[in-house]
């Protein structure tokens, strides 16, 4: 199965954009619907945004209301890696995100997936 390190985290002000990427290891990468989660202080994690596999020329992608119209999620199977472009951050986006992979459909649902990366941290400053 897959490895996945996240990167690209870090202090922003509020307004910025900051862009994570999920690096994954192995061969099958591609066959991995991918998504990324948040978790802040004293708080469930919670969904945040996830692409599927490649279905026939295009690729899914689906979002938590919260950060719809801000954050775009993309993937690059060549390079076997994932990413979440965060636009428009608000204080309220600082958590802690992770990389996970799924060969699940639950796309929104953690227990969906079985291959998490270790976090990477974004604070948004207001």
């Known amino acids: 199965q897959v490895q996945l390190v996240e990167s690209g985290g870090g202090l922003v002000q509020a307004g910025g954009s900051l862009r994570l990427s999920c690096a994954a290891s192995g061969r099958t990468f591609s066959s991995y619907n991918m998504g990324w989660f948040r978790q802040a202080p004293g708080k469930e994690r919670e969904f945040v945004s996830a692409i599927t596999t490649r279905a026939g020329n295009a690729y899914y992608a689906y979002y938590a209301d919260s950060v719809k119209g801000r954050f775009t999620i993309s993937r690059d199977n060549a390079k076997n890696t994932v990413y979440l472009q965060m636009n428009s951050l608000k204080p309220e986006d600082t958590a802690v995100y992770y990389c996970?992979?799924?060969?699940?459909?639950?796309?929104?649902?953690?227990?969906?997936?079985?291959?998490w990366g270790q976090g990477t941290q974004v604070t948004v400053s207001s």
């Open positions: 996970a992979a799924s060969r699940r459909t639950a796309y929104s649902d953690y227990l969906s997936y079985g291959v």
